[in-house]
């Protein structure tokens, strides 16, 4: 993880309190909060050094509901996600064709990326990003 230094103050639930009272805490975003989503973020609350920061869903009834649940934010929108500075790892639970979008920009971000797999339904499009030479 390389951009600790980014992370703001922790408002999380759960997880290693002294990393978030140290503000060394690394941020998390939860993008999608249907089946899986929710599993994940519950373990970002939990992970040491962690701290779930968003919750993203369109959907104001999961994504509010879980964000709320977890003491984090929700935002509707995956762009505005990628593009805070207090996330540093985007955790991709989307529906599979539009797992790439989101990982391409969330890293292009510069954000750590973990995805649900598999990365995209087109072997090739998959390849081709994971070679992409990203900004570092
Ligand atoms: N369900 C499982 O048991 C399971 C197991 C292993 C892997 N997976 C994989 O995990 C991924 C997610 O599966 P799931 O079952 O949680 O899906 P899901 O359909 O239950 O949830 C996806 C969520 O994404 C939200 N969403 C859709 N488009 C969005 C957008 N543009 N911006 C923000 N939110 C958006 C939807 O509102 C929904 O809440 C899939 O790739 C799936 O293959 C699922």
Do not use: Y
């Amino acid at each position: 993880m390389s951009q600790g230094s980014q992370a703001g103050a922790a408002t999380g639930a759960g997880g290693n309190s002294g990393a978030r009272a140290r503000g060394r805490a690394v941020g998390f975003a939860v993008v999608g909060a249907g089946l899986v989503g929710p599993r994940h973020a519950e373990f970002a609350t939990k992970a040491e050094g962690a701290v779930l920061r968003v919750v993203c869903d369109l959907r104001e009834d999961r994504g509010r509901v879980l964000a709320d649940k977890l003491g984090a934010e929700w935002v509707p929108d995956f762009h505005e996600v990628v593009q805070r500075e207090d996330v540093q790892v985007v955790n991709v639970c989307l529906p599979t064709a539009l797992h790439l979008e989101v990982a391409t920009a969330a890293a292009e971000a510069g954000k750590h990326v973990m995805v649900e797999k598999p990365l995209d339904l087109i072997e090739c499009a998959a390849g081709a990003a994971a070679d992409r030479r990203l900004p570092t």
